[in-house]
């Protein structure tokens, strides 16, 4: 058995090889775009993730002779390595001079004085496809400036990396904030460039952009992606991007995911659970203070499961609020904003299985799917 395991990582790892390979992103594709900013002034969004090929996408531009007049940077920063959650201050880029304008923190939307005499935005950033993973909270602030502000916005596609699966309960009125600014599920199974067209069409903007997007080549959504780039500082490979959408309704509780550890998103823990398995979080680049900071918490360690997940393990959750001793603080305030409900936390509460949590969930996901149909590219 552990014989036809290996052969099936392997295998797993070839094709994962052989579809990265293939795929030709749309900053890659510059044939498609180019002359679409020639001549005029360009403000990109971007992070440390906007690359074509192992160059930076602006470094690339200003080479072909593009006028780049100023960069807007997301959580994290142009460069990735803030905390998450951390304020991102305002600067200039030290390689080529460039104004950097932070869409994190009070200004995550454009100021119309931020955006006088640009011509075109461009977006390339990584998602991971995951509700709260705040890009596409980005994504809808600056395609709601371009709107009001009757400037054209460009976005350049990248796979999503769990863009094989749609899962999780459908955000809810009442439950609108940064990391779930939509009524979608945790897990949306869409690109970036998707789903920009799915903020224009569902009318999530008051007024629809001017939107064009350059699709990728040899794409498909269940094709294995693994990034070439970290897209935030605590999700470091393939591992942790598959695990994100579980592990992080953990920040919304008393339990770690290793943050502040080498292997965030990969495995979770805490002080009061019984286990052989251990971690202690430690101050460091891109987690200043993790939560249990300096103690060291006893859990699960995801590092080596034999597949990807396929869809969202509650069960994780479920067994490590059995397990806490005080239940009434397990949940903090974060919780149901990222859950995008209040029910979810109250279902784990009642002590409903994972089967039945996810029966509540289907009238929902298949009234999303229907729509997401409208959208898909690829």
């Not at 909270?137 to 400036?145: D, I, K, P, R």
């Not at 970036?192 to 997007?213: F, P």
């Not at 959504?221 to 598959?242: E, F, G, T, W």
């Not at 299985?353 to 590219?377: A, H, M, P, Q, V």
């Amino acid at each position: 058995m552990a014989k036809i395991k290996q052969i099936f990582l392997l295998f797993s790892l070839l094709l994962s090889v052989l579809s990265y390979s293939q795929i030709k992103v749309a900053a890659e594709r510059t044939n498609s775009y180019i002359p679409l900013l020639k001549q005029q002034k360009i403000a990109v969004v971007g992070n440390q993730s906007s690359r074509i090929g192992n160059t930076h996408l602006v470094d690339s531009l200003i080479t072909l002779g593009i006028d780049i007049a100023k960069v807007f940077s997301p959580e994290h920063g142009f460069r990735g390595i803030a905390d998450a959650g951390a304020k991102i201050e305002d600067g200039i880029d030290v390689k080529t001079g460039i104004p950097i304008v932070s869409l994190y923190g009070k200004n995550k939307k454009p100021y119309a004085e931020q955006l006088a005499g640009i011509d075109i935005l461009l977006f390339d950033i990584q998602d991971v496809g995951a509700r709260f993973y705040t890009y596409i909270s980005t994504l809808h602030y600056v395609m709601e400036a371009a709107a009001e502000n009757n400037i054209k916005l460009i976005v350049l596609d990248r796979p999503n990396p769990n863009g094989h699966y749609v899962d999780g309960p459908i955000r809810e009125k009442g439950f609108k904030s940064f990391v779930g600014m939509h009524p979608i599920p945790i897990v949306h199974g869409m690109t970036i460039g998707e789903y920009a067209q799915m903020i224009n069409g569902e009318n999530w903007i008051s007024t629809k952009c001017d939107l064009s997007v350059i699709k990728m080549e040899n794409y498909t959504h269940d094709m294995s992606y693994d990034l070439p780039i970290k897209p935030s500082p605590n999700l470091p490979n393939a591992r942790s991007v598959n695990l994100y959408p579980s592990l992080c309704l953990f920040e919304g509780t008393t339990v770690s995911i290793g943050r502040g550890t080498s292997y965030p998103f990969q495995h979770f823990g805490a002080p009061y659970l019984e286990s052989s398995y251990s971690f202690t979080p430690k101050s460091g680049e891109g987690s200043k203070s993790p939560k249990h900071e300096n103690k060291e918490c006893f859990g699960t360690d995801l590092r080596f499961q034999d597949n990807y997940l396929t869809e969202i393990n509650l069960n994780w959750l479920i067994e490590a609020y059995n397990n806490c001793p005080d239940k009434e603080k397990f949940f903090n305030n974060f919780f149901d904003k990222l859950a995008g409900t209040d029910q979810l936390r109250l279902q784990i509460i009642e002590g409903k299985t994972e089967k039945k949590i996810k029966e509540s969930w289907e009238e929902g996901l298949g009234n999303f799917k229907e729509i997401r149909g409208k959208y898909l590219f690829y």
